[in-house]
Nanobody, 115 residues
Framework: QVQLVESGGGLVQPGGSLRLSCAAS????????MGWYRQAPGKQRELVAE???????NYADSVKGRFTISRDNSKNTVALQMNNLKPEDTAVYYC?????????WGQGTQVTVSA
């Protein structure tokens, strides 16, 4: 079993920045993929960014150039730096880990972008 705990959400004005962090309960070295997803009210959960165990990354088109995902195997964490936030980025952000065929999710952290 793996527990994932997100932190760093909050309220920010448009154009502002937030940094989300996801801490795993054990070593993430063997995790094939770690990523961030988000779900806005009335919408489906969608991929924001993911990073594989080889360091390759993938971003949703809507966040390219604004968000950066990073993985620190020594600290068992994955972070999401979010810059130039927009109201449409408002959602609950979830951390996800993939180990072979198993998926694990965190409980989510709210990000609200509003003036």
């Amino acid at each position: 079993q793996v527990q994932l705990v997100e932190s760093g959400g909050g309220l920010v004005q448009p154009g502002g920045s937030l940094r989300l962090s996801c801490a795993a309960s054990r070593s993430i070295v063997s995790f094939n993929m770690m990523g961030w997803y988000r779900q806005a009210p009335g919408k489906q959960r969608e991929l924001v960014a993911e990073v594989a165990d080889d360091g390759s990354v993938n971003y949703a088109d809507s966040v390219k150039g604004r968000f950066t995902i990073s993985r620190d195997n020594s600290k068992n964490t994955v972070a999401l730096q979010m810059n130039n936030l927009k109201p449409e980025d408002t959602a609950v952000y979830y951390c996800k880990a993939k180990i072979v065929w198993r998926l694990y999710w965190g409980q989510g952290t709210q990000v609200t972008v509003s003036a």
